[in-house]
């Protein structure tokens, strides 16, 4: 490992960055597709393998706590031996994960599995999306949010979908969907190796595996209410990842793989809308209604849930999902233009951390919770908390002065 003091260079927009922008995106993305694949198997794994669904929503919670360990402990690494490189590890551990779920048949595999999965998303959460910033340069502010904040959702619809597809129509649905993305994860990690560094490589890097939540002095203010929002919208990302499946087959009247993928996705997918739709509003604006949007969304899909209504439950989503991208990409817009290119990836594993810890906990309270009360009462106390946190960003949230 070579030694420097110099500081991460940003390379300015060349047709070089531009691969490396785009190289980056598609692997971010890869990253999180490959970590919903095994959503529309959870009702084999219960019908042949026996899983429950306090199980899935333990395994659901290990994806999560290993992306916050990963983000923690390894959020720093990129910015000592540089972005590609441990862009590249994130995809290597996303594929083991994939190998590692051809076997499962047993809770212990299928827990392993996911644990990787979410150790890679962590991972690509902080490197892969630091990388695609770097690159970004000259683009529209709104376009870097978007990919920092929905290429993770997107990512997550995909899959999932591609997934459902595989598992409904293909041969050994329980082999091939884990073959085609560890394929296309190795795919991911060649293209990175022929992309520009945008960052000098430099001592220290043992010293950045100690975790230290650090965010830069001029995005302090603005972290409390994002993080709250942070942690309303990726509640709902939890609840799906862990329920939506068993929300499908047990009050909506569906086993079948491409209706579970679709209550997945629902949510998920339509958050690269309510990012774009983020451009045109100030940050404060953007929090504002994209809360709003999510909180009423929460009350639609509480009382769908209840009502054993697939359709509005499916519109209740979508409309979900819009918010969420509205809302965190404002956030996003609040914290990112003012850190400086070496304090990206530090802020971005906080921001993260936030995000993935707001899945993993109340994912863990709802699912050991499932075993004495109804999920559509769970669905309604994620309703509560999306309302809670609209409240607040309606009196707290701010557009810094330096930006529109």
């Known amino acids: ?9 940003v390379p300015a927009p060349t047709r070089a960055t531009s691969r490396g922008f785009i190289a980056a995106t598609i692997s971010f993305v890869a990253v999180f597709a490959a970590g919903a694949t095994p959503i529309p198997l959870y009702d084999s794994y219960g019908q042949v393998d026996g899983l429950t669904p306090d199980e899935f929503s333990l395994v659901a919670v290990a994806y999560f706590a290993c992306a916050v360990f990963a983000l923690l402990v390894l959020g720093r690494l990129s910015n000592h031996h540089g972005r590609r ?3 590249i590890a994130a995809l290597l551990v996303a594929m083991a994960g994939c190998v590692t779920l051809l076997f499962v048949h047993s809770f212990a595999v299928l827990l392993i599995g996911r644990a990787l999965q979410g150790l890679a998303a962590g991972l690509a959460s902080s490197a892969i999306g630091s990388y695609a910033v770097d690159t970004a340069a000259g683009r529209p502010r709104w376009l870097v949010a978007t990919v920092a904040t929905a290429a993770s959702t997107v990512g997550l619809a995909i899959g999932v979908f591609v997934s459902a597809v595989l598992v409904q129509f293909a041969p050994a649905p329980r082999e091939l969907t884990y073959l085609l993305f560890a394929v296309l994860l190795v795919g991911c990690a060649i293209a990175l190796t022929t992309r520009p560094e945008t960052v ?3 001592g220290g890097a043992l010293a950045s595996l100690i975790p230290r939540l650090r965010v830069p002095a001029a995005s302090r203010p603005y ?10 919208t990726w509640a709902f990302g939890g609840y799906f ?8 087959a047990e009050d909506l009247g569906s086993n079948n793989p491409l209706i579970a993928a679709a209550v997945f ?3 998920m997918a339509p958050s690269f809308l ?4 983020a451009g045109r509003f100030n940050a404060a604006t953007a929090q504002r209604i994209g809360m709003t949007i999510v909180a009423v969304a929460g009350i639609g899909l509480a009382f769908a849930s209840g009502s054993g209504l697939l359709a509005l439950f499916l519109l209740a989503g979508v409309i979900g999902g819009i918010g969420m991208g509205l809302a965190t990409a404002g956030s996003m817009n609040t914290l990112l233009p003012e850190a400086k290119a070496a304090e990206r990836a530090g802020l971005l594993a906080v921001i993260y951390a936030i995000s993935y810890t707001g899945s993993a906990v109340p994912a863990l309270i709802a699912g050991q919770l499932s075993r004495i009360i109804s999920l559509p009462a769970i669905t309604a106390g994620y ?13 707290g949230a701010r557009t810094p002065k330096t930006r529109n």
Not at 241 to 248: L, R
Not at 383 to 395: E, F, K, Q, Y
């Open 241 to 248: 990842n862990s329920f939506g499946p068993s929300i499908a």
């Open 200 to 202: 000098a490589r430099k």
């Open 274 to 277: 309510g990012g774009f739709a």
């Open 1 to 9: 490992m070579t030694t420097s003091t110099s500081s991460p260079a």
């Open 383 to 395: 309703a509560l908390l999306a309302s809670t946190v609209w409240i607040v960003t309606l009196v």
């Open 85 to 87: 490189p441990v862009s």
């Open 223 to 232: 972290l409390p209410v994002a993080a709250l929002i942070f942690v309303a």
């Open 265 to 267: 996705a629902s949510y």
